[in-house]
C-alpha cells in the first residue's frame, strides 16, 4: 500500500486525526530489517507497528503477505480493530482460542493477506494444513517480552520456522530486551525507543499514599472509593483469590465494580473491560493481568490494594492512567507491617472521608444482543432499531461493541429491564435477538 492511502484511510476511517512522534518515526523506517519498538503501553504502538506493515503490502494476490503475533485473544482482536479500516482492500483475519475452530477455517475460504493471532492457535492452523505463511514477506511480534513471560517461546519459534521469506520484522515490547530470538532471520537490527524512563509523569501524575488503620484494607479501599471524583478507577491485587473477596466487598457496599483475572473465561474478561468502557461498571478490580496489553479507556485513578512485585509491574499499573496527556492519580493503600518498596515513591498523604460531592456512579446498564457482525448487523441498525422499537432518543444510546454474533449496548439503567420486554418480541432485519442484561 502506498503511504499515502494508508494515511488517508487512518484520517477518515479511525478516530486519529495526526500522527504521534512514535507513529511518524515508523512511518519512516526501511521495510527491510528488524526493528525492536519499545514503546508503553498506551502509546499508539499497533497503529505505529501498522503503518510499516501495510506499507510492505503488494496488490492483494490470494497470498499471505503479513502475520501479526501477540500473545493473548484479547489483544489480538485490538490489533484486528486496528488494521481491518485502515487495510481496506484486504482480508485480515484474526485466530485466537475461544473462537470457534470451524468459523475460523471457513474463513480461509479465501485466502488472507494479513493473519493476526495467538502463538498456539496459529500454530494449529498450520498442522492442520489450512494455511500457508511461508509467503508472508513482514512479521510483527507484539509484547514481545509478554509472550516470553507467558511461555510462548516454543510456540513462537516453531511458527517463525515456516516464515521463510521475511524481509521486515518488528518486536514490540514495554521493556529493553536482553537479546532478539534466534529463529529470526540475520538482518540488519535497529531499536526505536520510545520508552518513557521518567518514574512517573509528575505534572500530570500524583503518586498518594492512603495508611489503613486496619491490616485488612478493605473497609479503607471502600471510604477511599467512595471519597473520589466520578470518573473509571483500576484496583489492583496480586492474587485471584484477593481480587474476588475485593470485588465481593465492593459490591455489596452499593458500589458500581467489575472484576478482571485470569480465571475468569474470555467472554467474561471481554465483558468487563467492555462495562468499564461504557460506564456499567466504572471501578474495575484487576489483577496484574489488566496492568498491559489491553485498550483499557483513560482511567482517573489506580489504585494499588498490594504492593506490586516488582518494579516492572508498579510502572505497567501505573501506565493506566495520565496516559497521553491527560490526568490521574495514583493510590497506594498501605498498612502497617506493608514492605514498601524503594521505586514506590509518594507525593502526599491523603485520609479519606468516605464522601464526594461528585462520587463515583452508574447510570448505564449493558444489554446483550446475540446476534453480530456474521448476522449483517451494523452498529447503526442497532441505533435505529433502539430508537423505533425502544423509544429512546439518540444521546440515550451509549457505547455499542460490535462482535462476530453478539454485541453489547450501554442503555439508561433505569430503562433496561422494559427495553428488554419491549423488544424481545420485535426483529432487527428480520432477525429476532435474544436480548439480556450483563452483570458486572
Not at 450501554?410 to 420486554?421: E, H, S
Amino acid at each position: 500500500m502506498k503511504q499515502k492511502d494508508i494515511l488517508a484511510n487512518i484520517f477518515s476511517r479511525t478516530p486519529v486525526r495526526s500522527l504521534n512522534p512514535m507513529q511518524e518515526r515508523m512511518a519512516s523506517i526501511p521495510l527491510s530489517g528488524t526493528f525492536t519498538l519499545l514503546a508503553p503501553t498506551g502509546s499508539g504502538k499497533t497503529l505505529a507497528f501498522a503503518i510499516p506493515l501495510l506499507k510492505s503490502l503488494a496488490d492483494p494476490c490470494g497470498k499471505v503477505q503479513a502475520v501479526v503475533i501477540a500473545p493473548s485473544r484479547e489483544l489480538v482482536m485490538q490489533i484486528a480493530e486496528v488494521i481491518r479500516p485502515v487495510a481496506a482492500g484486504y482480508k485480515t483475519v484474526a485466530f485466537y482460542g475461544g473462537h470457534p475452530m470451524q468459523e475460523e477455517t471457513r474463513s480461509l475460504a479465501v485466502t488472507p493477506d494479513i493473519v493476526v493471532a495467538t502463538p498456539g492457535r496459529l500454530l494449529d492452523h498450520l498442522r492442520r494444513g489450512g494455511l500457508d505463511i511461508s509467503t508472508a514477506r513482514t512479521l510483527v511480534l507484539d509484547e514481545y517480552d509478554k509472550s516470553l513471560e507467558l511461555g510462548f517461546a516454543d510456540e513462537m519459534r516453531r511458527v517463525c520456522r515456516r516464515l521463510t521469506g521475511l524481509r521486515l520484522v518488528i518486536l514490540t515490547s514495554a521493556t529493553e530486551l536482553d537479546a532478539l530470538p534466534d529463529y529470526l532471520p540475520p538482518m540488519h537490527r535497529e531499536t526505536i525507543d520510545f520508552q518513557d524512563r521518567t518514574p512517573a509523569p509528575r505534572h500530570r501524575m500524583q503518586v498518594v499514599r492512603v495508611e489503613s488503620p486496619s491490616r485488612d484494607k478493605l473497609q479503607t479501599l471502600i471510604d477511599l472509593l467512595r471519597s473520589l471524583s466520578d470518573g473509571r478507577v483500576i484496583v489492583f491485587a496480586n492474587h485471584r483469590e484477593s481480587a474476588e473477596r475485593i470485588h465481593q466487598a465492593v459490591v455489596k457496599a452499593g458500589l458500581p465494580a467489575g472484576l478482571y483475572h485470569g480465571g475468569l473465561d474470555q467472554n467474561e474478561r471481554e465483558n468487563a473491560i467492555v462495562l468499564l468502557a461504557n460506564g456499567t461498571t466504572p471501578i474495575l478490580i484487576s489483577t496484574d493481568l489488566g496492568s498491559r496489553g489491553l485498550d483499557i479507556p483513560e482511567l482517573s485513578a489506580v489504585i494499588h490494594y498490594h504492593m506490586p512485585g516488582s518494579e516492572q509491574a508498579w510502572t505497567h499499573r501505573n501506565g493506566r492512567t495520565a496516559r497521553q496527556e491527560a490526568r490521574g492519580d495514583v493510590y497506594v493503600i498501605t498498612s502497617e507491617g506493608d514492605d514498601i518498596p524503594p521505586y514506590v515513591t509518594t507525593d502526599r498523604d491523603y485520609a479519606p472521608t468516605g464522601h464526594s460531592d461528585n462520587p463515583i456512579h452508574s447510570d448505564k446498564a449493558t444489554l446483550y444482543f446475540n446476534i453480530g457482525k456474521k448476522e449483517k448487523i451494523s452498529k447503526g441498525d442497532i441505533v435505529g432499531f433502539l430508537i423505533a422499537k425502544g423509544g429512546l432518543t439518540a444521546p440515550e444510546i451509549g457505547n455499542i461493541t460490535l462482535r462476530d454474533h453478539a454485541a453489547l449496548v450501554a442503555v439508561p439503567r433505569d430503562k433496561a429491564r422494559d427495553l428488554i420486554k419491549i423488544l424481545s418480541p420485535e426483529k432487527i432485519k428480520n432477525q429476532r435477538a435474544r436480548i439480556t442484561e450483563v452483570k458486572g
